[in-house]
C-alpha cells in the first residue's frame, strides 16, 4: 500500500507511543522508515513498547513523561531533537478516560482527562510548533480524537469535551501555522480493540456486544487501521490535507439516525 521508505529520514514523536494504538502507530510509522520517541508516563510501558520497536528493527528512544506538565514536554521536544537530529512529526495519542455520569464526576476527575488530553495536547502542540516554526522545514501535527466529537458522549463527559476541544484546536493551528508549512489535522476513531481502553471503558461482554451492535460494518476496528490512516496523513500523498478531521469508526456514528436499523438489531 505504501512505499517501503515512505517516512525515511522523518523523526516522529507519539505521545502514549508503549501500548494500544500509539504503539501500533509507533511501530506503522517505525517501519515506513521512521525513527520513533514514545513518550508516557509509566516505565513498564516505555519498556515494553521500546523493546517491541526495536524487535521490529526500529530505530527508537523513550522518554518518561506526563503530558500535563510543560516543562516536561520542553525537555522532551529537546532531548528528541538532540538524540536524532530532527523532529518532523507529532501524535497526540496520549488520554485518559472513564465512565462517570457527569453529576458524581469530581472536579478532580474532570481536571484528570481535561488535563492529559486537551491541555497535553496543547503543551506538545505548542512545543513541537515552536521548534517547527523556528526550523522552517514544516512538519505534521496529527491528534487522536474520538468519533463522539460530532455527538458527545454520554458518561464521558470530561473526555468528549476535552476531545472536542482538540479538534477545534486542529482547525485553529492548520490556519495559524499553514504558513510555516505544518499541517494539522486529527483521526476521530470509533471502537477500536485495545486493552487500555478495554479497562477503563469496557470491560464485560456484555458491553463489548452492545458496542459491536452499534457499528454498522459490525465490528471493532484494529489499532493497525488507525495507524494506516495516520501514516497516510503524515506522508506527502496527504501534503495538502490540514484541519481535517478523520472518521474511521466503521459508520458508528452515523448509525444514530432515529430508526436505527430497521430490521431491529
Ligand atoms: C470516577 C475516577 C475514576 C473512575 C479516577 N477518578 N478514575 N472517578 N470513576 N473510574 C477520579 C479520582 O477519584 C480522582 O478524583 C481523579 O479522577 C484523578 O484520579 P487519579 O487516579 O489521581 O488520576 P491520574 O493518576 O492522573 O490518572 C488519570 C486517569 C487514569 C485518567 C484517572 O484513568 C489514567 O491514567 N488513564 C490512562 C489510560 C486510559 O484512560 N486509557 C483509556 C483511553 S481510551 P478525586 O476527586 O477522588 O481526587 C479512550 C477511548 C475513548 O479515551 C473512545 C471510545 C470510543
Ligand atoms: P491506552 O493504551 O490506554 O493509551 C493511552 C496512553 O496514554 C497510554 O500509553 C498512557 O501511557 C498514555 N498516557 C496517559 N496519561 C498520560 C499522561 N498524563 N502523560 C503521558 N502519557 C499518558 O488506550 P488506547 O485505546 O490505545 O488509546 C489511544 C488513543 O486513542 C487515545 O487518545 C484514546 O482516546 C483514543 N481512542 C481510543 C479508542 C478505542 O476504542 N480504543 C477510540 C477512540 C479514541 P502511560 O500510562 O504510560 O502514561
Not at 96 to 109: D, K, Q, V, Y
Not at 140 to 161: E, F, P, Q, R
Not at 194 to 203: E, I, N, R, T, Y
Not at 228 to 254: K, M, N, P, R, Y
Amino acid at each position: 500500500m505504501f512505499a517501503a521508505e515512505l517516512l525515511k529520514d522523518q523523526v516522529a514523536v507519539i505521545t502514549g507511543g508503549g501500548t494500544g494504538i500509539g504503539l501500533a502507530i509507533a511501530r506503522r510509522l517505525g517501519t515506513l522508515g521512521a525513527r520513533i520517541v514514545i513518550a508516557s508516563r509509566q516505565s513498564e510501558n516505555l519498556e515494553h513498547g521500546w523493546h517491541s520497536l526495536r524487535e521490529s528493527g526500529i530505530d527508537a528512544l523513550a522518554v518518561q513523561l506526563d503530558v500535563r506538565k510543560p516543562e516536561q514536554v520542553d525537555e522532551m521536544v529537546l532531548r528528541t531533537v538532540k538524540h536524532f537530529g530532527s523532529l518532523d512529526i507529532l501524535v497526540n495519542n496520549a488520554a485518559g478516560n472513564f465512565i462517570s455520569r457527569a453529576e458524581e464526576l469530581s472536579p478532580n476527575g474532570w481536571d484528570a482527562v481535561i488535563g492529559i488530553v486537551l491541555n497535553g495536547s496543547f503543551y506538545c502542540s505548542r512545543a513541537v510548533g515552536q521548534y517547527m516554526i523556528a526550523r522552517k522545514r514544516g512538519g505534521s501535527i496529527v491528534s487522536i480524537l474520538a468519533n463522539y466529537v460530532w455527538t458527545g458522549s454520554a458518561g464521558t463527559v470530561h473526555s468528549a469535551a476535552a476531545k472536542a476541544g482538540v479538534m477545534s484546536m486542529t482547525q485553529t493551528l492548520a490556519v495559524e501555522w499553514a504558513s510555516h508549512g505544518i499541517r494539522v489535522n486529527a483521526i476521530a476513531p470509533g471502537p477500536i480493540e485495545s486493552p487500555g481502553a478495554a479497562k477503563q471503558l469496557w470491560d464485560t461482554d456484555e458491553a463489548v456486544e452492545r458496542i459491536t451492535n452499534m457499528v454498522p460494518l459490525r465490528r471493532w476496528g484494529k489499532p493497525e487501521e488507525v495507524a494506516d490512516t495516520l501514516a497516510f496523513l503524515v506522508s506527502a500523498h496527504a501534503g495538502f490535507i490540514t484541519g481535517e478531521i478523520l472518521t474511521i469508526d466503521g459508520g458508528a456514528w452515523l448509525g444514530r439516525g432515529t430508526f436505527g436499523f430497521l430490521d431491529g438489531k
